[in-house]
Every structure is written in structure tokens, then in C-alpha cells.
């Protein structure tokens, strides 16, 4: 962090408080750049298609088109709406979970009730973006309940196929494990033989907006987004995210479960009358 020159002649109480003083500056200047750099970076999200959008509107109001091409101007207009549309709604997501550190539900999520709702959604992902199904497996073990919110824990697990999906060639496979602890909890694990990680990046991967390939990433659908919501979402399960990667081999994301503090099996005793 870059060091503030302040306040050594206004505070005359010593070194170590002008020292403190600087540091506190720093954090709050430090917070701010963040912040523009945030606004900037939304801004520019939305400002690229919408220029496209707008671009094709005033074609197709200055030109007359033949029907198969005004149908192809529409539909490529509606990829553009899709794609703002994605962006609005992780941002949401995003700003809901950082705005409070509890999950926004408690139920008893049901892994494998979870993950196969994934497999349906992963080969749907697969055939549009490669018109094909990836060799996707799911190894599942012994099913397990996770406290919290079925919606933000779908979000997360979904994050991470979707992107094993995006980033691994059509012909190359995929797999997603679970393994239950015997004490509650367990590890859920994404892992792919696409291009892989190189380890500079590791640290920076679930900051917002954070991609090692722009255009790779909005060419499938990626809103940059989506590994700062795994992060968030593990955080308030009480999990923990981690990455491993080698290059040109793969990569592998997991989330590690902590037990829940209260077993889903377990029934209060009732002590009699
Ligand atoms: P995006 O929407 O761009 O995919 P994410 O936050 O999900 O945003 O991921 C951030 C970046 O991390 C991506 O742009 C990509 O460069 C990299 N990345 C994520 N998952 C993978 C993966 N499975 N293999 C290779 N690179 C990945």
C-alpha cells in the first residue's frame, strides 16, 4: 500500500499517533479507490453492450432490411439484453451478500438434491455454449445436509461448474465431487482439465471484476463476478474456498464444509414430566 505523507505537523502527540493516523488515511483512501474503481467497472460493463444494442438500433431504423437479416440483427440484440441482464442480477446477488454476513435463509440443504439440480442445468449449459455435452461426472458419496440458503448455495456450486464448463475445450472433461465428513459438513469439489491457472493469479481470482482473459470470459456469458460471489457465499456457510491449478492441466475449486453446530439427524432429547 502506498504510504500517505499527512498530518505530521497537525497532530503534534508523537510519532506513533501521526503513525496511526497516516495508516487509518490509507485504509479509508484505499476503500475509496476501490469504490471508483468498482463504479468504473460497472459502468464500463454496461456501457459496451449497450453501445452495441444502440448501434443496432439505429441500423435497423436507417436501414431496409430483408426479413433473415433484421431477424439475425434482433437476436443479436437480445444477446446483448441478456447479457446486462446477467450483470444487473450478479450485482444484486453480490450487494445482498455483502450487505449482511448471515445466510438469507436457514434450511437444511440437501447435497445430492442440490447437485443434481446442477447436472440438469450443467448439460444445458454445455450443448448451448458447445453445442455438444462435455464428459461431465458427478461422484457423489453419501448425501449431507448444509445449513443455509438452498438459492445462494445453488449460485455458488452453479459459479463453478458454469466456469469448468466455459473454460474447458468441448472435448475435455469434467468432475464434480462430494464427500461428506462423518462429522457433518464435507468437501465439495469442482475440477476440470481446461487451460488452467498460472499461480500469479491464484490470490486475485474472486475480486470483483478480476479475469485473466477479458474476452474469453464475455464470449461465454462470464460477468467477472462469479467466483467474488462463491467467496461471499462460502464465507457466511461458514466454508472455505480453495483453488488449486496447474497449467495445462487443469484447475480444481472446492469448498470446504465445517460441521454444522447442530446435526440435521440429531432430535432434541425430551426429558419426561
Ligand atoms: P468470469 O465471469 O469472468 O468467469 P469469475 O469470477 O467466475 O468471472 O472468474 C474470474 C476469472 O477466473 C475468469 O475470468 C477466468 O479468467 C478465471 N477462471 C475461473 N474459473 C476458471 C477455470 N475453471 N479455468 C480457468 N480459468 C478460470
Redesign the pocket.
Known sequence: SKPVQLSVHLHPYGEGRNLLLSRDITAVEQAEAMRRDFVANVSHEIRTPLTVLAGFVETLQSLPLEEPERQRYLGLMSQQAERMQTLVNDLLMLSRLEGSPLPSAQDWVSVHGLLRQCRQEAGDLSRMLWGETQDIAFDMGEDSEIAGSLTELHSAVF?LIG??I???PADKSIRVVWRASPVGGGMLSVQ?T????APE?LPR??ERF????RS??RDTG???????IVKHVAQRHAAELSIESVPGKG?S?SIFFSPPRVRPTLQPIRLAA
Not at 478480476?210 to 482473459?213: A, F, L, V
Not at 462470464?222 to 467474488?228: E, H, P, Q, S, Y
Open positions: 459459479n466456469n469448468a466455459r473454460y474447458t476440470d481446461g487451460p488452467g491457472i493469479h481470482l474472486t478480476y479475469r485473466i482473459d474469453r470470459s462470464g460477468t467477472g463476478l462469479g467466483l467474488a484447475s475449486f
